[in-house]
């Protein structure tokens, strides 16, 4: 019998913690959520400004892990970045505003292929984790980027323009109402990579409160990561 989908739903998935140890010796912990079935990707999750809140449980994640597993056949992982604390526990190391956490995206990019053997993997960052993708994320095994509410914080148009060689696909759900980068001003950034595609979001928020918000970035990922246009169901 379904239900409708609600903030608080938790349906069936494989969890398993982890530690993670990068190149410069931090300990990073995390959670893969995977589905009881065959697997149809997965996507590695690099969530928002620690030092303002974000976590591994930030909650466009924490539903996509609750989520996707069973509704879609996606595997999320999902980890702290170092100096950062969440339910799940600490990470080790301190928070760098974006440089050496490239020793954290290389790390656990490493664990998605070499240990968990994913394929299909996408790379979502959002907001600070955009940035981290966009700088950090280069291992040539994942499939693109999916950015949500990309601030342009730290990334400079120097390493957008990297992207230019790179051609992997990357997507950008840019929110109406974000705080930091509206639609038109993330065209205007994303110019000098013309192959960025801008998905503008009628609206959302920087932080995408509210379900329709969640529902249409989960749909959006999934779309994304199987290929398929897909709106997830309400009710499951």
């Not at 998605?112 to 993997?121: M, P, Q, R």
């Amino acid at each position: 019998m379904s239900e409708t989908v609600r903030p608080s739903s938790v349906f069936a998935a494989t969890r398993t913690q982890f530690h993670v140890t990068t190149e410069d010796g931090v300990d990073l912990i995390g959670e893969v959520a995977a589905p009881l079935g065959a697997s149809n990707g997965g996507i590695l999750c690099l969530h928002p400004l620690p030092t303002a809140g974000g976590m591994m449980d930030s909650h466009v994640y924490k539903k996509a892990a609750n989520r996707l597993p069973a509704m879609a056949g996606i595997t999320v992982v999902r980890f702290n970045t170092r100096g950062t604390t969440s339910e799940a526990g600490s990470s080790t190391g301190e928070f760098d505003n974006g440089k050496s956490e490239r020793f954290d995206v290389e790390a656990m990019l490493r664990y998605c292929f070499d240990t968990l053997k994913l394929e299909n993997v996408w790379v979502t960052g959002w907001s600070f984790g955009t940035d981290l993708a966009l700088q950090h994320a280069k291992d040539p095994r994942h499939k693109g980027l999916i950015l949500l509410s990309p601030p342009l914080r730290t990334t400079t148009d120097e390493q957008l323009k990297y992207w230019n060689t790179d051609l992997r696909p990357i997507t950008a759900l840019v929110p109406e109402l974000d705080d930091y980068l509206k639609p038109d001003e993330a065209r205007v950034r994303f110019a000098v990579t013309p192959s960025i595609k801008i998905i503008a979001v009628d609206e959302a928020k920087h932080l995408w409160v509210g379900e329709p918000a969640v529902h249409r970035v989960l749909s959006e990922i999934v779309s994304i990561v199987t290929g398929v246009a897909t709106t997830l169901p309400t009710e499951f």
